[in-house]
Each structure stands twice: as structure tokens, then as C-alpha cells.
Nanobody, 116 residues
Framework: QVQLVESGGGLVQAGGSLRLSCAAS????????MGWYRQAPGKQRELVAA???????NYADSVKGRFTISRDNAKNTVYLQMNSLKPEDTAVYYC??????????WGQGTQVTVSS
């Protein structure tokens, strides 16, 4: 059974930091591209950052220079370090695992709220 479990969300003031974690089980984690997505109320879910099995990263323009995605294959975990948070970063953040030719797997989401 595949599980992706996010943690680390919460309430933070603008300018603050949070680190999200996503622990995976039931997949060969090192083969998967892992991504963080977010969905704000009334908006579509959008890609925030992704990291391939080889460690190549990409970021949404809105978070470049503030967020960092990383992975620890020994712990089957992907992280999202979020610095200089803004109120517009408020959303539910989801972890996704994807592997060529296979289905996508999603976590249940974790709420991030940034107060001004």
C-alpha cells in the first residue's frame, strides 16, 4: 500500500520559515520524481517545486530563491524548506510521487497559513 504522509505545516508570520516533510512508503522512492504542490482556496492546484530521481530540481517562479526542495533516499523522504514566507503562500501543500509509466501518488495535504 502506497502512502505519502506530509507534516510540518502550521501558522507562521510573514517573513518566517517552515520545513515540510513527506514520508513515502510502498514505493521504490529513489526511482520517483517527487513534487510539492499547493492549492489555495478558490484556486487551482499548482506546482511549487519538484526533484527528479537524479536530483534535478525545478521551481515555480513565485518561490524561486525562497523555497528549496531536497530528498533523502535513505529515509524515503522529500522536504520543502520555505523561507521568507508571504501571505500569498497560504495554501494546502500536497506531496506527489510520480514514476514514468506508473500512476501518480498524492499525500493528504498539510495546511500552511502565513499571517501578515
Amino acid at each position: 500500500q502506497v502512502q505519502l504522509v506530509e507534516s510540518g505545516g502550521g501558522l507562521v508570520q510573514a517573513g518566517g520559515s517552515l520545513r515540510l516533510s513527506c514520508a513515502a512508503s510502498g514505493i521504490i522512492f529513489r526511482l520517483f520524481t517527487m513534487g510539492w504542490y499547493r492549492q489555495a482556496p478558490g484556486k487551482q492546484r499548482e506546482l511549487v517545486a519538484a526533484i527528479t530521481s537524479g536530483g534535478v530540481t525545478n521551481y515555480a517562479d513565485s518561490v524561486k530563491g525562497r523555497f528549496t526542495i531536497s530528498r533523502d533516499n535513505a529515509k524515503n523522504t522529500v522536504y520543502l524548506q520555505m523561507n521568507s514566507l508571504k501571505p500569498e503562500d497560504t495554501a494546502v501543500y500536497y506531496c506527489k510521487g510520480a514514476w514514468l509509466g506508473g500512476p501518480d501518488y498524492w499525500g493528504q495535504g498539510t495546511q500552511v497559513t502565513v499571517s501578515s
